[in-house]
């Protein structure tokens, strides 16, 4: 079974520099990279529910160069009402069954809640800190950390094992 990629969306995917989302270099690749590597889920303020709604999902697609079918499939947990983004993540898949998995969050994006949760459960090193509007090259940083925890083949190669 593949791990869980908890992805956020702002300062991760998206640059915000000038006022308005856009993709860095790389965002599309990283993406299907990603996609064939991972089970991806949505774990951003685009959609706390976990689906996200049909009209961002179209500007998301059309930013990344995604079919947006393809990212409609990526789902998340509904976290909506609890104001951070940790009770966003399946404690028990993870705690309890040992499920492995990694959140993709840019460091503004956590709560002081969400880091606390993280240490309580001696699951900091989940968490890998990626801000692409501070830094253009952190998303293709963050994949090659990804590759080397997890003993993946790099984008563009050929799996060097079976994650499914």
């Keep these: 079974m593949a791990p869980v990629l908890y992805l956020d969306i702002d300062?991760?995917?998206l640059n915000w520099a000038d006022g308005k989302p856009r993709p860095v270099p790389g965002t599309h690749a990283f993406m299907r990279w990603a996609l064939d590597h991972f089970e991806v889920r949505?774990?951003?303020r685009w959609c706390p529910s976990g689906t996200m709604p049909e009209h961002l999902l179209v500007d998301l697609a059309k930013m990344v160069r995604i079919d947006p079918g393809e990212?409609?499939?990526i789902q998340g947990w509904n976290w909506d009402y609890?104001?951070?983004k940790v009770d966003g993540i399946s404690w028990v898949e993870h705690l309890a069954m040992g499920r492995e998995f990694v959140w993709i969050e840019n460091g503004d994006?956590?709560?002081n809640r969400d880091y606390q949760v993280l240490e309580q459960n001696g699951l900091r090193h989940c968490h890998l800190d990626c801000n692409v509007t501070t830094d253009l090259r952190a998303l293709d940083r963050t994949r090659r950390e990804l590759e080397r925890r997890f003993d993946l083949a790099?984008?563009?190669a050929e799996p060097r094992r079976d994650v499914a």
């Design 42 to 44: 949505w774990l951003t």
């Design 82 to 84: 609890s104001g951070t």
């Design 11 to 13: 300062d991760t995917l």
């Design 109 to 111: 994006g956590l709560s």
């Design 71 to 73: 990212l409609a499939s």
């Design 154 to 156: 790099p984008a563009g």
